[in-house]
């Protein structure tokens, strides 16, 4: 299985840019998505294809990466962002990553 | 608008089975795969299988295949995910999920039900 990495919290600030990473155990190519899921709610999808938005999300959210290494930012953050995020490669079956909660 | 109805929360024994629903409203339940996914308690996000509603082409994680078995009900729009032999590893909020919109070819999840979640206690 394809084992994806990404860091457990990060801490930012309002107005501020958020970087989170995700780490694949082998080349995903572009097969890498960016959901957001808020406490009892279900996940949402931001981007896909590593780099493209989905649908109505604004483009404050951006993704960038192929290969092993992705790279999701926020910028800027806002209230409204606090949530978990996670990384989900579809290369090779479908896993996810342990998700990075966003912590103010 | 397209929704993924889950059943309520369910309190199950040990070594018991349940059966999770999900009705499918809003779009073509037949068109596309219908996933499960869990999620245990502060972990992360685990796929569990996919069936195609139409087919009943079902296809599974291997840590999945002697624990669920997913089904379908074409009349009703519906999806059924059972459990057997629970133990308190399968107690988690499981979530119904589908890609109807297209994306470039990439299998991901666009829309998803409210999720359930399954306690197993004695």
């Not at chain 2, 995910?81 to 109807?100: K, P, V």
Request: net charge positive.
């Amino acid at each position: 299985d394809i084992v994806l990495t990404q860091s457990p919290a990060l801490a930012v600030s309002l107005g501020q840019r958020a970087t989170i990473s995700c780490r694949a155990s082998e080349s995903v190519r572009s097969s890498m998505h960016w959901y957001q899921h808020k406490s009892g709610q279900q996940p949402k999808l931001l981007m896909y294809g590593a780099s493209k938005l989905a649908s109505g999300v604004p483009a404050r959210f951006s993704g960038s990466g192929s290969g092993t290494d992705f790279t999701f930012t926020i910028d800027p953050v806002e209230a409204d962002d606090i949530a978990t995020y996670y990384c989900q490669q579809s290369r090779n079956g479908y896993t996810f990553g342990a998700g990075t909660k966003l912590v103010l | 608008q397209v929704n993924l109805l889950q059943s309520g929360a369910a309190l199950v024994k040990p070594g018991a089975s349940v059966r999770l629903s999900c009705k499918a409203s809003g779009y073509t339940f037949t068109d596309y795969f219908l996933h499960w996914v869990k999620q245990s308690h502060g972990k992360s996000l685990e796929w569990i299988g996919y069936i195609h509603p139409d087919s009943d082409y079902t296809k599974y994680n291997e840590n999945f295949k002697a624990k669920a078995t997913l089904t379908v009900d074409k009349s009703t729009n519906t999806a059924f995910m059972d459990l057997n032999r629970l133990t308190s590893e399968d107690s988690a909020i499981y979530y119904c999920t589908t890609r109807r919109n297209y994306y470039g070819g990439y299998s991901l999840f666009d829309d998803w039900g409210q999720g359930v979640m399954v306690t197993v206690s004695s």
